[in-house]
């Protein structure tokens, strides 16, 4: 089970961090990621991470902004989101993969809940 917290409103420019606990699998043999969905859009893949977490992928527009990251004895993966924009106001969702290294969003084959993150400008 993967559970997303940390959502929240905040204001353009403010930060946040999103967390996703994992369990009742070893989390350390699962890629992980975060995807979004904003009201009237597809849903999109944020990040991911591999499972030892030497290698990322980003979404071209939070490229250099946004970064993912996991704690393997927490069983927790991460997404730190500085200087937040309208734009990014969608739900949040982290997900998981048998692969460790992700090719694609098809990849993953796990999900939490979503959790809303505003913000407001």
């Known amino acids: 089970q993967l559970q997303a917290s940390g959502g929240g409103l905040v204001q353009a420019g403010g930060s946040l961090r999103l967390s996703c606990a994992a369990s009742?699998?070893?989390?350390?043999?699962?890629?992980m990621g975060w995807f979004r969905q904003a009201p009237g859009k597809e849903r999109e893949y944020v990040a991911g991470?591999?499972?030892?977490?030497?290698?990322?992928y980003y979404l071209d527009s939070v490229k250099g902004r946004f970064t993912i990251s996991r704690d393997n004895a927490k069983n927790t993966v991460y997404l730190q989101m500085p200087s937040m924009q309208p734009e990014d106001t969608a739900v949040y969702y982290c997900?998981?993969?048998?692969?460790?290294?992700?090719?694609?969003?098809?990849?993953?084959?796990?999900w939490g809940q979503g959790t809303q993150l505003t913000v407001s400008s």
């Open positions: 997900a998981g993969s048998v692969y460790c290294h992700i090719s694609s969003a098809s990849d993953f084959n796990y």
């Open positions: 991470v591999s499972c030892s977490g030497s290698s990322r």
């Open positions: 009742g699998r070893t989390f350390s043999a699962y890629g």
